[in-house]
T-cell receptor, first 111, second 116 residues
Framework: QKEVEQDPGPLSVPEGAIVSLNCTYS??????FMWYRQYSRKGPELLMYTYSSGNKEDGRFTAQVDKSSKYISLFIRDSQPSDSATYLC???????????FGDGTTLTVKP | DVKVTQSSRYLVKRTGEKVFLECVQDMDHENMFWYRQDPGLGLRLIYFSYDVKMKEKGDIPEGYSVSREKKERFSLILESASTNQTSMYLCASVGDRDRLGNSPLHFGNGTRLTVT
């Protein structure tokens, strides 16, 4: 069983929709939780970075971490065509340490 | 902005060849990583390094080695390329916390390697 499982997708939504992306994990030692966005033919880039449980908001993006359930989510409000990309969840035990990634969810936002 | 540069975007090699993938970062980061990315398998860690001349195996090190002679450069070596090493290879670096208190991975744009 993988340490990190991500909802596989693909997801296709109309512009303006609320998108929910989810990951579960099995390693209770994970303390740092990240979401990366990857456009086609590019490397992943950081979207959200969270330590321990709780919510974090940045513009249209909200990251939630529930360590008791070993579940993390990324919400995108008012989705735009420019949000079309692959979203990867990642987790690490230590800050700046090695990260374990989910398989990614490909999102398409249709105008 | 941190820049991680991978020397080749596309590479085609023959089975049995020795292959070098080069990665350079310009932010004096201590930690560097090599991942491969395959459809349905996500990013898997091959090797990482926390300092010059130091290396540690990741989750799938078989068939690979690495070299870190200088802090800014981390090379991935395929000793004898095989077709199952056809993949997208991503290099990343991470340093101290940034101004937001985060320590995210900074990725290059990847090298797509095809072994025939």
């Amino acid at each position: 069983q993988k340490e990190v499982e991500q909802d596989p997708g693909p997801l296709s939504v109309p512009e303006g929709a609320i998108v929910s992306l989810n990951c579960t994990y099995s390693n209770s030692a994970f303390q740092y939780f990240m979401w990366y966005r990857q456009y086609s033919r590019k490397g992943p880039e950081l979207l959200m970075y969270t330590y321990s449980s709780g919510n974090k908001e940045d513009g249209r993006f909200t990251a939630q971490v529930d360590k008791s359930s070993k579940y993390i989510s990324l919400f995108i409000r008012d989705s735009q065509p420019s949000d079309s990309a692959t979203y990867l969840c990642a987790m690490s035990v230590t800050n700046a340490g090695k990260s374990t990634f989910g398989d990614g969810t490909t999102l398409t936002v249709k105008p | 902005d941190v820049k991680v540069t991978q020397s080749s975007r596309y590479l085609v090699k023959r089975t049995g060849e020795k292959v070098f993938l080069e990665c350079v970062q310009d932010m004096d980061h201590e930690n560097m990583f090599w991942y491969r990315q395959d459809p349905g398998l996500g990013l898997r860690l091959i090797y990482f390094s926390y300092d010059v001349k130091m290396k540690e195996k990741g989750d799938i090190p078989e068939g690979y080695s690495v070299s870190r002679e200088k802090k800014e450069r981390f090379s991935l070596i395929l000793e004898s390329a095989s077709t199952n090493q056809t993949s997208m290879y991503l290099c990343a670096s991470v340093g101290d916390r940034d101004r937001l208190g985060n320590s995210p991975l900074h990725f290059g744009n990847g090298t797509r390697l095809t072994v025939t």
